[in-house]
């Protein structure tokens, strides 16, 4: 496996690989790897002659500092289990080498970006797209990999390729699980022992609302899952069900072909987010 970290030795690495004809598949990353993230390696080596990785903690998108300075680093460990998971590639470049001169590009992803977490972390999704187009720039992927627990993440980056033409086909991935429903992230292991017990509530809680979809009215499930987590000790920043398309809250069951519940919550200090697909209106 090759390790890169200049933005030049990358490209004209993999612009060698797509010279003989090999097709490239990409899953960037802000590194301490778990399953959820070798999982998209694993299905890009499946899917592709070469699989390429960044390990970048992406400082634009941090609207809050201290979230910044708390994000777990395990970059000799994260080398370790891309090689082992067949990871041909991967790209650890410093916020210099990404970022020479100070960053001014806007995107506007319309109402996309206004809702959930977008309203609250400002500029998130705008230091999201940022270096994510800057990755597709470098590396030139025939494909790209993204977890659906980052659905709205998702569905900008999806809206990003198709507003700049970006040649490369998004692969939405399943979230994996821990055996008690917990969704696989990197913020798991900010969770002190009690709150880890705690954690998968979330995911019972989505369940409970998934269960009720079609039968009881929106604004009461989401009133029922906002009083389910705040009784464990949650601190909700929001509870949304939402078209699975727009992403935009829904009233009934009749505006839409299409819902997800989406959460995001503190237990102590972590924010913890995660989603369910109640019906979808798209292929999966």
Request: include cysteine; proline fraction near 5%.
């Amino acid at each position: 496996m090759f390790v890169f970290h200049d933005i030049s030795g990358t490209r004209q690495w993999m612009s060698g690989k797509r010279s003989m004809g090999k097709s490239i598949g990409f899953v960037p990353t802000m590194g301490a790897l778990h399953e959820g993230h070798l999982n998209l390696v694993s299905r890009s080596c499946l899917e592709n002659d070469i699989s390429g990785c960044s390990i970048f903690v992406n400082p634009i998108q941090f609207n809050n500092p201290e979230d910044l300075q708390k994000y777990p680093r395990t970059l000799e460990n994260d080398l370790k289990l891309l090689e082992k998971a067949g990871c041909d590639m991967v790209f650890v470049p410093s916020a210099g080498e990404m970022y020479p001169e100070p960053v001014t590009k806007k995107f506007d992803f319309g109402a996309l970006e206004r809702v959930m977490e977008g309203a609250h972390r400002p500029g998130h999704f705008n230091g999201v797209a940022i270096v994510v187009e800057k990755l597709f720039d470098i590396f030139g992927p025939d494909r790209a990999y993204f977890g659906e627990k980052d659905f709205q993440q998702l569905r900008i980056i999806q809206s990003l390729v198709k507003m700049e033409n970006i040649p490369v086909k998004i692969v939405p991935c399943p979230t994996v699980r821990e055996a008690d429903g917990l969704a696989m992230s990197s913020r798991n292991r900010r969770l002190s022992a009690d709150e880890r017990i705690v954690a998968p509530w979330i995911y019972q809680t989505l369940l409970c609302a998934k269960n009720h979809a079609n039968k009881t009215a929106v604004s009461e499930i989401k009133r029922i899952s906002t009083v389910m987590l705040e009784s464990k000790g949650f601190r909700v920043d929001y509870f949304e069900i939402a078209d699975t398309e727009t992403l935009q809250p829904i009233g009934s069951w009749e505006e839409t072909s299409g819902a997800i519940a989406c959460v995001a919550a503190f237990l102590g200090s972590v924010r913890l987010i995660d989603n369910m697909i109640f019906f979808a209106n798209f292929a999966r």
